[in-house]
C-alpha cells in the first residue's frame, strides 16, 4: 500500500489533486481510495471513503470545550491523532493500493504539530510520500515563491518522508506557473528577477537562500500539473511511482 499525503498552504488546491489523483488511479484499474483528515471542512469536491469527520467534528468540539474556531481547529487536529488507530482499520479494510490522504487546509496545523508528525509517522503503508502544493498564484513574486520553497524544505524536514513539491492551477495561471517553473530551474534566471525587487543586503540573503534550498534539493524540480485538465499529472504519478517503487518506470 502506496499512502501519499497532500499538503500546501489553505487555497493550494490538496482536495482537488487528492480527487484528481484518485480518479487517475482508479481510471486506470488501480484500487485508489481518498481520506479526508480535516475536520474542518465543510465541502469537498470527492467523497471520501474515510472521513475524520465520521469521528470528530469542529462545530462539537467547539461546544464541548468552549473554544473558537482557531482553538478547536487547533484540538481537532490533536485528537484526529487519537484516532489514528480506527482510521488505519478503516482504511485497511478497503485493501486500497494507492490511498491519498488529504490533509487540513492550514499547513501548521499538521505538519508542525506533534499530531501530525505522530499520524506520519504511525500510518503503516509499504511506502510513504508527501506531496508540497504551491499555488501560483500566490507564488507571484520572487520573494513569495522563496518563503513557499523554504516552507516546503521545512514540511518536508519536519514529517521525514521523500517529499515531491508540486506548482497547482496550471491551467489558470499558464504564465505564472511558466515563470515560475523557470526560477525553480535557473537560479540565474531567478536571481535576474530577484534584483528587480530586491537590492543590497537583502538581495544577498535572498540569493543565499534560494542557493542553499537549491543545494539540499529542495523545491529545486517542481512539478506544475492541473488537477482540472489533469495536464502534468503523467510526469507527476510518474514521479510518485519512482519513489515509492524504487525506480520502476510508470507507463501511462
Given at each position: 500500500m502506496e499512502v501519499t499525503f497532500v499538503t500546501g498552504t489553505a487555497g493550494s488546491g490538496k482536495s482537488l489533486l487528492t480527487n484528481a489523483?484518485?480518479?487517475?488511479?482508479?481510471?486506470?484499474?488501480e484500487d485508489a481510495i481518498a481520506v479526508n483528515l480535516d475536520p474542518g471542512?465543510?465541502?469537498?469536491?470527492?467523497?471520501?471513503d474515510v472521513d475524520v469527520r465520521d469521528r470528530i467534528q469542529?462545530?462539537?468540539?467547539?461546544?464541548?470545550?468552549?473554544?473558537?474556531?482557531?482553538?478547536?481547529?487547533?484540538?481537532?487536529?490533536?485528537?484526529t491523532a487519537t484516532k489514528i488507530g480506527e482510521i488505519q482499520e478503516e482504511i485497511d479494510s478497503f485493501k486500497a493500493e494507492n490511498v491519498i490522504v488529504d490533509t487540513p487546509g492550514q499547513t501548521e496545523l499538521f505538519a508542525f504539530r506533534e499530531s501530525g508528525e505522530f499520524i506520519v509517522r504511525e500510518m503503516?503503508?509499504?511506502?510513504?510520500?508527501?506531496?508540497?502544493?504551491?499555488?501560483?498564484?500566490?507564488?507571484?513574486t520572487p520573494s513569495n515563491f522563496l518563503s513557499l520553497a523554504l516552507l516546503s524544505a521545512s514540511v518536508g524536514l519536519r514529517l521525514s518522508v521523500p517529499k515531491i513539491t508540486v506548482l497547482t492551477k496550471r491551467d489558470?495561471?499558464?504564465?505564472?506557473?511558466k515563470r515560475i517553473a523557470e526560477w525553480s530551474r535557473?537560479?540565474?534566471?531567478?536571481?535576474?528577477?530577484l534584483s528587480g525587487t530586491k537590492d543590497g543586503e537583502q538581495y544577498s540573503l535572498y540569493s543565499e537562500l534560494f542557493r542553499a534550498i537549491r543545494r539540499l534539493s529542495f523545491g529545486a524540480d517542481l512539478y506544475?500539473?492541473?488537477?482540472?485538465?489533469?495536464?502534468?499529472?503523467?510526469?507527476?504519478?510518474?514521479?510518485?511511482?519512482r519513489i515509492a517503487r524504487g525506480g520502476e518506470e510508470f507507463t501511462d
Open positions: 489523483l484518485k480518479n487517475w488511479y482508479v481510471n486506470r484499474g471542512v465543510v465541502d469537498l469536491p470527492y467523497e471520501p469542529l462545530q462539537q468540539v467547539m461546544e464541548d470545550y468552549g473554544l473558537g474556531p482557531n482553538g478547536a481547529l487547533i484540538l481537532a487536529a490533536d485528537l503503516k503503508a509499504d511506502s510513504k510520500l508527501l506531496l508540497f502544493l504551491v499555488d501560483p498564484l500566490l507564488a507571484n489558470i495561471a499558464r504564465d505564472g506557473v535557473d537560479t540565474k534566471v531567478f536571481e535576474g528577477a506544475p500539473v492541473s488537477s482540472t485538465t489533469l495536464e502534468g499529472m503523467i510526469a507527476l504519478v510518474g514521479e510518485m511511482t
